[in-house]
């Protein structure tokens, strides 16, 4: 596509910038989150941001897993989100699909990095996944991706995990 119809397509959808945000409880719905993306992005050749958010307790641990001494150039979030089994499923379906992204890694409060990322990059769209609910539950998607969907600064598109 030329860069003019490229312009024209992201001047009619509005979309730039796509912020897929994951974390270690994704990972069995990480190849619906990556089609979800690229069904997005796609269309609207839009850069996707993979921001994978630790907690704090999961960082360490997942460090540690990786055998990174904690003063490494390979203990940083960035890095550890790389090399985190969700972040490349996701990224291997997103080369694939010749989605252009890049991947970041955040170490806090999911929701507070999520939106905190979002506003960093300039997201005009966020997708968030989560988990099928019991019936008194689903009329609340669940803490993070709730607090999300109300604070983020740009559009949220909540990924329903279809496996029961």
Same mark, same amino acid.
């Given at each position: 596509?030329?860069m003019?119809a490229?312009?024209k %397509?992201? !001047?009619q959808?509005g979309?730039?910038?796509i #912020?897929?945000?994951?974390d $270690?409880?994704?990972?069995e719905?990480?190849e %619906?989150l990556? !089609? !979800? $993306? =690229?069904?997005?992005a796609g *269309?609207?050749?839009?850069e996707?941001? #993979?921001?994978?958010?630790f907690?704090d307790?999961?960082f360490?641990e997942?460090?540690? /897993?990786l055998?990174?001494?904690? !003063?490494s150039?390979?203990s940083? *979030?960035d890095?550890?989100?790389?090399?985190?089994?969700?972040?490349?499923?996701i990224? /291997?379906?997103?080369?694939?699909?010749?989605? *252009?992204h890049? =991947?970041?890694?955040?170490v806090?409060?999911?929701?507070d990095?999520?939106v905190?990322t979002a506003?960093?990059?300039?997201a005009?769209?966020?997708?968030?996944?989560g988990?099928? %609910?019991? *019936?008194?539950? /689903?009329?609340?998607?669940?803490? =993070?991706?709730?607090e999300?969907?109300?604070?983020?600064p740009?559009?949220? $598109?909540f990924?329903?995990?279809?496996t %029961?």
């Amino acid at each position: 596509m030329s860069m003019e119809a490229s312009q024209k %397509r992201t !001047e009619q959808t509005g979309i730039e910038t796509i #912020l897929l945000a994951v974390d $270690t409880a994704d990972e069995e719905r990480a190849e %619906r989150l990556a !089609e !979800e $993306t =690229i069904d997005v992005a796609g *269309p609207t050749e839009a850069e996707v941001v #993979l921001v994978h958010v630790f907690t704090d307790e999961e960082f360490d641990e997942i460090r540690s /897993k990786l055998d990174v001494a904690a !003063e490494s150039e390979a203990s940083t *979030p960035d890095a550890v989100a790389e090399r985190h089994t969700t972040t490349r499923t996701i990224s /291997k379906a997103l080369s694939a699909a010749d989605v *252009p992204h890049t =991947i970041r890694g955040a170490v806090g409060d999911h929701a507070d990095e999520i939106v905190d990322t979002a506003e960093a990059v300039d997201a005009d769209r966020v997708l968030v996944g989560g988990r099928n %609910r019991s *019936p008194t539950g /689903k009329a609340v998607f669940g803490s =993070i991706a709730q607090e999300v969907i109300l604070t983020s600064p740009s559009p949220v $598109t909540f990924v329903r995990d279809d496996t %029961r």
